[in-house]
């Protein structure tokens, strides 16, 4: 890596449930996890059943991390009680997530799910040195020196975070579990705006939306249209429906690179440089 280039890799590209199996092997099973490297800083973009692998790749490697959630559906949340460094003395780990004031911020949210009779253990047996950061959609922040994130509401049931982050005049955008509505495209297309890269939901074609309406995800067709608005460099498909097995998402990349040439469908162990 250069010392101003930003890295991704993919450790869970899947929605709503893990689907393991023949079927998805080559796309990969695992929900929403995407590591980013930039100036030595790690970052986490969500913490889906990905996470649990990436725990492993990060074991006693790294004194800091930064874990930024869309939201806490499950499938965003469930890898965190098997996330290595969180068991580690003396790591330190800082949880970022917005839109929580109802459930009491974000480690009362956490706690809940890490609690009887949802889970055996609960956030006293996370060693690691953990604080939690809720924050306001919209805001700006500066978790570390160098990097900044702003942030965008997105239309999702119970809502969701859109993050861009921007480092040695790069930016990359995670924009995920968002419908694409009036009431929120001008603040995401800002969000997007100009992007190196965008990572986005794509669970569904145009043809499936149709029953999920409502269900707050978006269209591959979609995405590229945004992309083009929004006149970012490379689009990157990302959240798959857990119905669609690689064949599907063969079919899928394909008609994807027609309708937007160097469109990127995400499978598990990709890895980009920005």
Known sequence: MM???ISMTFWGVRGSIACPGPDTARFGGNTSCVEVRCGGHTLIFDAGSGLRGLGEALAGKTDEIDLFFSHLHIDHLIGLPFFQPAFEPGRRLRLWAAGLEEAG????????????????????????????????????????????????????????????????????????????????????LALARG????????????????????????????????????AV???CLFHHAPEHDDAAMDRIAQEADRARRGTIVAHEGLSLTF
């Open 3 to 5: 010392p101003d280039s």
């Open 105 to 188: 911020g974000l480690r009362a949210a956490i706690g809940r799910y890490m609690s009887f009779p949802l889970f055996p253990i609960g956030l006293d047996a996370l060693h690691a040195n953990i604080t939690f950061n809720d924050f306001t959609r919209g805001e700006t922040l500066t978790p570390r020196p160098g990097l900044t994130l702003r942030t965008a509401a997105l239309d999702h049931p119970g809502g969701a975070t859109g993050y861009r982050l921007e480092f040695g005049g790069r930016a990359i955008c995670y924009i995920t579990d968002t419908a694409m509505s009036p009431e929120t495209m001008p603040a995401i």
């Open 195 to 230: 992007a190196d890269c965008l990572v986005m939901d794509a669970t569904y074609t145009d043809a499936e939306l149709v029953q999920f309406a409502g269900w707050g995800h978006a269209s591959w067709q979609q995405n590229v249209a945004f992309a083009n608005a929004a």
């Open 233 to 235: 460099k490379t689009l």
